[in-house]
C-alpha cells in the first residue's frame, strides 16, 4: 500500500505566474484535499474532490482551482501568483465513508514566489 | 476568524508525565474533530479523532476528551514519550449538505524531556 505522494518537493515562481501541483492519493481513497500552510499556521483548507467533483470550498478566490482524475490524482493549480501564495501545499487523501473523517497527508510542496 | 484556536504555542513535559494538549472552538455546527501530529519536513499524520456525540475516545497513550458545553477538547498522552515531540494540530470538521470543510488551529509544540 503506497502512501501519499506530491510533486515537486520545491519549487520557485514569480509573481503574476501560475503553477500546478501534484497529488497522488493513497491506494483506495477516493477523496482529495488540499491546503495551504503558511509559516507558523496551521493547514488552511482549500477544497475538497469526491469522485471528480469538489466537494467543499474554503475561503480562497477562484484562482485556486483543482483537478482530481479517475485514478484519483490530483492536481492543484494557482493562477496570478501572489508573493502571499508562498507556502507548504499539502494534499490529503481519505476514504469518504459515513463516520469516517481520517486524512492522510503527503509531505508537501513548498512554493516560493518572488 | 478563527474558529478553532490552541492558545498554548508551545508545552514541555517530563518524559513519562502526562502531557495535556488543549483546544477550543467557536462553531457548534462542528461534527468530527480530529488530532494530528506533525514531525519537520513531514505531512501531518493523524492520531485520534472524536464524534461530536461522544466525550471521549482512547487509544492506547492518547485520550481525547470533548466538553460540548465548554465547546473545548482536549489530548491526553500518558505517558509521554521523547519521540512524542512534535507540532500537534487540532482540526474540526463541518460537513453541509454533502459537502466537507475542515478547519485547523495554529498547533501547540509539544517537547518531552528525557
Known amino acids: 500500500e503506497t502512501g501519499v505522494t506530491q510533486s515537486p518537493t520545491h519549487l520557485i515562481k514569480t509573481r503574476g505566474q501560475q503553477v500546478t501541483l501534484r497529488c497522488s492519493s493513497q491506494?483506495?481513497?477516493?477523496?482529495v484535499s488540499w491546503y495551504q500552510q503558511a509559516l507558523g499556521q496551521g493547514p488552511q483548507f482549500i477544497f475538497q474532490?469526491?469522485?471528480?467533483?469538489?466537494?467543499g470550498r474554503g475561503n480562497f478566490p477562484p484562482r485556486f482551482s483543482g483537478l482530481q482524475f479517475p485514478n484519483y490524482s490530483s492536481e492543484l493549480n494557482v493562477n496570478a501568483l501572489e508573493l502571499d501564495d508562498s507556502a507548504l501545499y499539502l494534499c490529503?487523501?481519505?476514504?469518504?465513508?459515513?463516520?469516517?473523517?481520517?486524512?492522510?497527508f503527503g509531505p508537501g510542496t513548498r512554493l516560493t514566489v518572488t | 476568524d478563527q474558529q478553532v484556536k490552541q492558545n498554548s504555542p508551545s508545552l514541555s513535559v517530563q518524559e513519562g508525565r502526562i502531557s495535556i494538549l488543549n483546544c477550543d472552538y467557536t462553531?457548534?455546527?462542528?461534527?468530527?474533530f480530529l488530532w494530528y501530529k506533525k514531525y519537520p519536513a513531514e505531512g501531518p499524520t493523524f492520531l485520534i479523532s472524536?464524534?461530536?456525540?461522544?466525550d471521549k475516545n482512547e487509544d492506547g497513550r492518547f485520550t481525547v476528551f470533548l466538553n460540548k458545553s465548554a465547546k473545548h477538547l482536549s489530548l491526553h498522552i500518558v505517558p509521554s514519550q521523547p519521540g512524542d515531540s512534535a507540532v500537534y494540530f487540532c482540526?474540526?470538521?463541518?460537513?453541509?449538505?454533502?459537502?466537507?470543510?475542515?478547519?485547523f488551529g495554529t498547533g501547540t509544540r509539544l517537547k518531552v524531556l528525557a
Open positions: 490529503a487523501s481519505s476514504l469518504q465513508l459515513a463516520g469516517s473523517y481520517e486524512q492522510y
Open positions: 491506494s483506495g481513497h477516493n477523496t
Open positions: 474532490y469526491y469522485r471528480e467533483e469538489e466537494n
Open positions: 462553531n457548534s455546527m462542528f461534527d468530527y
Open positions: 472524536i464524534s461530536s456525540i461522544k
Open positions: 482540526a474540526a470538521s463541518l460537513a453541509l449538505s454533502g459537502t466537507y470543510k475542515y478547519i
